[in-house]
């Protein structure tokens, strides 16, 4: 466990988050008890990450019973239906959200509540489980990535995939963290991932925590450091994988993959089946969020570009299936051909 949550439900009915806005200068704790500020949290990056923005998505449902005064079934139902459409309007691309939605809606709408009490019991227990499972599954994903991380191996990382950006351990950073415990002096080159910094903020953060030795450098120096140095291995996380092996991952994770592939380093995407999107043919189908010009005209409080400047700024790109040498899921390690094994995945499990 690590000393920190990024996420977590609170008796009486409050979800308290960590505000990564803030990290890594302030550990503040923000609690919320309306699912309408939860989506904001969502929105202003408060809580970030795929796994984590699902966790968040299902507590936000939770509160609705929890917070009703009244005990009418039937007005609770349609305030978790309005607060179900505000919550899937926080963040299109990561696909974790909806998956957890879809999951809390599908109790409400399947079961025949007797009382607003037990609505309120069933919801929160499905919250807590979403949460749970997310950090078995992380784990899973840590163990299974072993045999593909050698002794003393320099690992290039994008984004933050930690315990931050999930309910605990994290995707991708959980393999660094895990290589790591298990005593493989692992490496880590930390994109420092403009222009939100997830990486220089957070990563370098929880690595210090764990003793993870590593550097946080410019995007923009991979494709330097792979041709002049050994890199063995890029790890990075996804918000969302399509059927075909499309990934979408953090502004610049195409673009590492492209490093990658020209300089024959492993390019592995860690992923929990919930991120994988099966409905989803391809790449090209995946929103991509166009995010605020302040996050790039500005670091912090100040400004880096004059006044006036156009901006482009989406949030994630897509790298294509090409470019991924392996999917390190919870079940196992996915090669190619992946619209054939990713779907095997899944078919294994019914
Ligand atoms: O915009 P963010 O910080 O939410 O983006 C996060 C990422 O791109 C992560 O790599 C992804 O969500 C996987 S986290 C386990």
Redesign the pocket.
Known sequence: MTSFHTIKWLDPGLVSMIDQRKLPHKVIYNEYQDPAAVAGAIKD?VI??????GAAAAYGLALVPWHDKIGRLEDVYKKLEHAAGILRKS?P??V?LFWAIDRMMALVEEINYSSVAELKERLLKEALQIAEEDVVT?KAIGRNAMPLIPDGAVIFH?????SL??VDY????GIIRLAHEEGKNVFAFVDE?RP?L?GGRLTAWELLQYGVPFKVVADSTSGHYMRTQRVDLCV????RVAANGDVA??IG?YNLAVVAHENKVPFYV?V?KT?IDMNTPSGDQIEI?E?PAEEVTHVGNWQITPDGTPVGNP??DVTPAKYVTAFITEDGVVYPPYEENLAKLFRELE
Do not use: S, Y
């Open positions: 990056m970030r990450g795929a796994p984590a923005i963040r691309t990561a974790n992380n994008h984004c933050n995939t930690g950006a999930a994290g995707t991708a950073l991932t939100r997830q990075v996380g996804t918000d991952n953090k994770t860690a929990p991120t969020e995010r949030a994630f």
